[in-house]
């Protein structure tokens, strides 16, 4: 099979998010909107930057994963045609959004998606505010693609492609868009409520390029109220490091000082995030419940 030579889509981006990053400053200056806090910026623009140095590392981790997988399993030869690209658009989006929902509803997961979750801003400098450390595991849920037979090349160049179009919806300065772009596509509104705090927001809209997924896994959620970004316990530094491994440091602390069976020890991994093996950890589900309750008490 000849294969195409792809470039590195995020590298070469990387003029194009600096340039943005300050255009949207001055519309923001322009419409006096508080959106820019420039230590959280700064932050945020180190966490991308980081990303991207480890990424040198961990891709080449990636790339023989998916090449061992590749040679001595895949189930059929999918060629580079039109064909493969529309169906590699549609696979790898539906292979994020279980990654993606999956990152918040499993501790080991969230420890390193919290990070992109950390600022109190919404803004395209968040949008590179992005893990360290989730490289080195997310892979296993792209294997599944390598296995069916796209080549790992596809599956890579999808991802970055993903990742990409990901960058333009972390932003206020968009309202909404027509209605059958909010139908089908993720937007700067549906991705806010992802972002959101406010109870009826959390843990939805896990999209990466469609919407659909969501709508049609139950996990859709528009609009309504104004989002409140940020963590449910918020994390009080702008150093790059500690917003890095706080959870995870959080985590072990967990795992081997909490008083408990060896069981419950595991659980602090496969839980939900706030879980805790005495009962007192408030569940992302129980807010949204209560919120849920109170709706309807108020009708």
Request: charged share 15%; proline share 5%.
């Amino acid at each position: 099979m000849q294969i195409p030579d792809f470039p590195n889509l995020i590298h070469y981006a990387i003029p194009f998010f600096i340039a943005t990053v300050i255009l949207e400053v001055i519309l923001t200056v322009k419409v006096k909107m508080k959106a820019y806090q420039y230590k959280d910026a700064a932050t945020s623009i180190a966490m991308g930057l980081g990303n991207v140095a480890i990424g040198l590392m961990s891709k080449m981790m990636v790339l023989m994963a998916f090449y061992y997988v590749y040679n001595w399993f895949h189930l059929f030869d999918i060629p580079f045609v039109w064909w493969s690209w529309v169906l590699i658009v549609f696979a790898e989006d539906l292979t994020y959004y279980w990654f993606h929902r999956t990152s918040h509803e499993r501790r080991f997961f969230w420890a390193s998606h919290v990070i992109h979750h950390s600022s109190r801003k919404y803004n395209l400098s968040t949008a590179l505010r992005q893990t360290w450390t989730g490289s080195f595991t997310s892979f296993i849920f792209w294997l599944p693609l390598v296995f069916i037979g796209f080549h790992p090349v596809m599956i890579l160049v999808m991802m970055s492609i993903s990742l990409l179009y990901q960058y333009w919806i972390h932003t206020e300065l968009i309202t909404k868009l027509p209605k059958w772009f909010e139908v089908i596509f993720n937007t700067p509104s549906h991705h806010r409520v992802h972002h959101a705090t406010n109870p009826q927001y959390l843990d939805r809209n896990h999209a990466g390029i469609f919407i659909i997924w969501d709508r049609l896994f139950g996990t859709f959620e528009p609009e309504v109220e104004k989002p409140v970004y940020g963590l449910v316990k918020n994390i009080n530094t702008f150093n790059p490091i500690k917003v890095a491994f706080l959870e995870w440091i959080d985590l072990i602390s967990d795992v081997s000082t909490s008083k408990t069976s060896i069981l419950n020890k595991v659980k602090y991994l496969i839980k939900p995030p706030g879980w805790r093996h005495d009962g007192t950890g408030i569940l992302s589900t129980d807010m949204r419940k209560e919120w849920e309750q109170k709706q309807k008490s108020e009708r």
